[in-house]
């Protein structure tokens, strides 16, 4: 029998990653990259080029039998009713709309959003990015036909869809669709009756909603949402990308997810499993069969990749934190990790709050950094890299104090992103949180689980695919995480 091939995308919020593997065994074959512009708001036209040379650089689809899309989650994309898009995408870390986010908690109250959504709106979730534009810009608000996130748009335009003189099929929004993981941080879904909220989506917007492919209605269209696996499409045309790059007739498109859906569908994880990633931003999620709901709202109670439910608290800061004290100091990742290893644990007192572009978990979006304990013995590089190492685990160890409160345990704590493979930072880690450390081989995960994602719906079945991991033993040593949290409150 010959191979079979799909293929994974992580369209990331810095970068674009396609990894294609091998349907049953999930090696990888070919792999490829595009970066994306920085900033919090991007016109959506640079994904769609990078996804064209992502693909490009991994060698075409031409032999590839499905293909799933993980996206960063909850950013805003607005469609008028020709396809095109209204303004530049608001991403997840676009925090102008956090007072928005403040109207709307208040209007309702905490409880009831937890209740009706699993989560409490902050400027993150694509309601309060709604809600922004409805206030702050009245003549895009009224424009807005559709409203899609960055793996629902993509996937869309990946089956064809589009503006009419760069689609085949054009601009047929009714053709939107979503997976559940991603409609849960809306702030306007319910990941425990898996379905929209129409009274919320006017509530940030307003204006009425409907569900992609039902009514006929002028209410402003939201995707409808794939099962896990469930094909979103087939193609019946060849499909032109960026870059000469060309999606063949036939290609099976599964309905993508979230990205940390996709990094714990790609490392296999299930309840008990918690993953500490640390991207530019960080994240604790789990899998749990349990309804999760935080009525504080540190917790979002998503939904994951596979029907459970993902349980995950997101800060603005983590790998950030290396790159900004790393660039003081005039050190790499890796010099910043062996100077911070010079120094003992806790720092001689010496902590690093890393507010660096405010915070969203605890919500403080206005919030700065600061850096306590300073004195003679404290101030030099040594001391300064170790505080960042621990002051970046230590609200990470927060969030996942947060997560271990609304009942989910922990039996495997996993550690993933570009900063796990610094050697201090897995060092700090077993202290910090006080346990062992599973620390995955280095992979894109989200691309790996996007890749899992489309086997299932080609085959009808969830390929387990596991990561080999090395185990870092835990080394308690609380005092780190107690003179942190002196210092945050």
């Known amino acids: 029998m010959s191979q079979q091939l799909v293929a994974g995308v992580d369209s990331s919020t810095q970068s674009c990653k396609v990894t294609v593997r091998d349907a049953v065994t999930g090696a990888v074959v070919r792999e490829g990259r595009a970066s994306h512009p920085d900033g919090t708001a991007v016109d959506p036209q640079h994904w769609w080029d990078a996804l064209g040379a992502a693909i490009a650089d991994a060698g075409g689809l031409d032999d590839v039998a499905a293909i799933a899309i993980a996206g960063q989650q909850h950013g805003m994309v607005a469609l008028d009713a020709d396809g095109h898009v209204v303004r530049d995408a608001l991403l997840w870390n676009d925090v102008r709309s956090a007072d928005a986010a403040a109207q709307m908690v208040e209007e309702l109250g905490q409880e009831a959003w937890v209740a009706r959504t699993g989560l409490v709106p902050v400027a993150s979730f694509t309601g309060t990015k709604l809600r922004w534009l409805r206030d702050t810009e009245p003549d ?9 996130l960055p793996h629902d ?28 993981s991603d409609a849960s941080g809306t702030a306007y879904w319910d990941p425990v009756r898996r379905e929209y909220d129409p009274d919320l989506f006017t509530l940030a917007l307003g204006r009425p909603m409907r569900v992609a492919e039902t009514g006929d209605d002028d209410a402003v269209i939201v995707p409808r949402v794939v099962d896990p696996d469930e094909p979103m499409g087939t ?22 997810l979230g990205d940390n859906a996709g990094a714990a569908l790609g490392l296999g994880l299930g309840p008990g499993d918690v993953a500490v990633s640390l991207g530019t931003s960080g994240t604790v999620f789990g899998v749990t069969d349990a309804e999760v709901r935080d009525p504080s709202g540190t917790v979002a109670g998503f939904a994951d990749g596979t029907g459970s439910r993902l349980p995950i608290v997101t800060t603005l800061n983590a790998a950030r ?27 001689d007192g010496l902590v690093l709050v890393p507010y660096f572009v405010g915070e969203r978990t605890p919500n403080r979006p206005d919030a700065t ?28 160890a927060d969030g996942l104090a947060a997560v271990e409160d609304t009942g989910v345990t922990v039996t495997r704590l996993l550690l993933i992103g570009g900063a796990a493979r610094n050697d201090a930072v897995r060092a700090v880690a077993a202290q910090v949180f006080g346990r ?15 890749a899992k994602q489309a086997a299932w719906v080609l085959s009808g079945t969830l390929p387990h695919w596991e990561p080999d991991t090395t185990v870092v033993p835990g080394d308690p040593h609380p005092h780190v995480l107690e003179q942190y949290r002196a210092a945050a409150r």
């Open 321 to 347: 934190v290396l790159e900004v004290i790393g660039g003081l100091l005039g050190a790499d990742h890796d010099q910043l990790g062996e100077l911070a290893l010079q120094a003992p644990a806790g720092a």
């Open 369 to 396: 950094a600061s850096l306590t304990g300073m004195t003679p013995a404290t101030t030099d590089r040594p001391h300064l890299a170790r505080a960042a190492v621990e002051g970046m685990l230590c609200a990470l």
């Open 153 to 180: 748009w993509l996937s869309w335009r990946l089956r064809g869809y589009g503006p009419a003189d760069q689609s085949p099929h054009g601009p047929d929004l009714d053709a939107l669709a979503t997976d559940a």
């Open 140 to 148: 895009n608000a009224a424009r807005v036909a559709a409203v899609a």
């Open 436 to 450: 062992d450390v599973l620390v995955p081989e280095p992979g894109e995960y989200v691309a790996a689980g996007a």
């Open 235 to 256: 193609l019946d045309v060849d499909v032109p990308l960026p870059h000469g790059v060309v999606a063949p007739l036939g290609l099976v498109i599964g309905p993508g």
